[in-house]
């Protein structure tokens, strides 16, 4: 069988065929321009791959940039709703699609929480069923699943919003978020590395005091996730863990700022607690992919 | 039918029997002494109800103070585990109970998730099935509900060490948590209340300052959790919340914190979003009652 994934971002929509295992057959990579001409271009390669394979999809996931609307009893079901992302606000994501393909189920979910079912299917969170996955990059963003189920509740987790002490040293007046002055968006995300050390994080080097604060501000997010929803695990993905050196400097702080307070083997020293995706950076598509295999199983 | 709920507290462990609807029929205090006394005298209660009655229990539930063991493959199950509490390290909670009911399904869980429990089944949270139990007293305990089920994970939530920012004018040198300098417990409890302003907290007057700082931290922590979960509501309980001055305040100032970032109609007053519990404090024993039932539908 053939499914189709959609890891829609704010920069570029990432569109992929893939079969049951989550092997991605084709992909291809689409500006986030305006949604017109997006969508079109995601629902063409779609398409053009069933002709070419002569087979046509058994499902599509899409794990789209939010907020969104989750409710499948409200009409804006399937929306990116209100972002600040020019254009993009209050857009039907789901509906073209499925409106191109009416006879195939079509998954929608956030972009975090189809990432981490992407890991527990194929990746590190195999065996977990509780269980967070943070992507620190542009924004910050969380999702995760309770018990084997996605995280949705009112809206849908919105984690890089987490209030956090500025550490006293920190050189930024305030976190870049326009909302809130100390959030852990505002204090840890790529453009926040960039306006505190003015030049953007991949330049700095691995011993630049920047990672020892990032390393910080993320431990501090991740002790409040851990005492919240007492997870069996946390992935964090994103371009801003690329740097490596980060996992090492967040387990240590996140130890020291417990304090020894949970007690249990897997917290001892955090290595197989703390960790990168175990699919990279396809992490999201392939979540998509398997988004589109439990739409299917749904229907 | 007649069941069986225990809310075992720190101080006091509280039993009841009551019927199908959570109706209490009969219940006692017996003050939290050694675990050996306190647990005799709770199965001591039981049976006699049953001869008094003439009729067996039909199930049992236990809402514990923690952290618990929840994990049923564990050989520690039912267990409350690492406490400060004198004596009560290492205590089997469950199991005396069940071996002095050995045909009767026993429920265990923490205090926090058995009053959400309760909450769910006949308090504020009806309409829910993704909440945030909070109870605010000697220590602050949160607990809930994700898509019906209660929260559960590597451990269990233990939402009361949170870390916030400690506000300026915070005549505290440092919250009372012996673990956390700033752990929402360590500010906002009881205690800390206390030895912030020399004097208990019930008999300072409702426009004291005391009250406008504990709000704030409220606030702050219930803004994590509302970006963590996403919940569909906050039931905030204990006997600090006696303090009804505090509802108000703090939903004033989680909307002044959120500025504007999550929409949703439910959130634009929170006024039926941040509320007392349905059951007052009986939700703790109700929801113990609950806990039995739902043990007797699994079994």
Redesign the interface.
């Known amino acids: 069988m053939l499914f189709g994934g959609i890891e829609g971002g704010g920069t570029k929509f990432v569109c992929a065929v893939g079969d049951e295992a989550g092997q991605i057959h084709q992909w291809v990579r689409i500006p986030t321009i305006d949604p017109a001409h997006t969508l079109d271009a995601a629902i063409a390669f779609f398409k053009k791959q069933e002709v070419l394979r002569n087979e046509r999809l058994a499902a599509i996931g899409i794990g789209s940039f939010g ?1 969104v609307d989750l409710d499948p009893a409200s009409e804006h079901y399937g929306y990116i ?2 972002t600040p992302k020019e254009g993009w606000a209050f857009t039907d994501v789901a509906g073209p699609v499925q409106k191109a393909f009416p006879d195939v189920p079509v998954g929608f979910d956030t972009d975090v929480n189809t990432a981490a079912l992407g890991e527990q299917r194929w990746g590190a969170a195999q065996d977990w069923d ?1 269980f967070i996955y943070l992507t620190v990059g542009t924004g910050i963003g ?1 999702g995760g699943m ?2 084997g ?1 996605m ?16 550490r006293e040293d920190d050189p930024l007046a305030r976190g870049v978020c326009p ?2 002055p ?1 959030c852990l968006e505002g204090l840890a995300c790529g453009p926040a590395i960039q306006a505190r050390w003015d030049a953007p994080g991949e330049t700095l080097a691995p011993d630049h005091p920047a990672w020892d604060l990032e390393a910080h501000y993320l431990a ?1 997010a991740l ?3 851990m ?7 946390i992935i964090l993905g994103g371009s801003v863990m690329h740097q490596r050196q980060l996992y090492p400097l967040i387990r240590q702080k996140v130890r020291a ?8 083997p ?2 001892e020293t955090l290595e197989d607690y703390i960790v990168p995706p175990g699919l990279g950076d396809d992490a999201g598509v392939r979540g998509a992919i398997a988004l589109g295999q439990a739409a299917l199983a749904a229907d």
């Open positions: 907020p709703t209100r509780t969380g309770l018990a189920r995280l949705h509740g009112l809206i849908h987790p919105e984690m890089g919003h987490v209030l956090l002490p500025v909302f809130h100390n501090l002790v409040d996730f005492v919240t929803l007492s997870p069996q695990g700022l417990l304090n020894d307070y949970l007690v249990h897997r917290l």
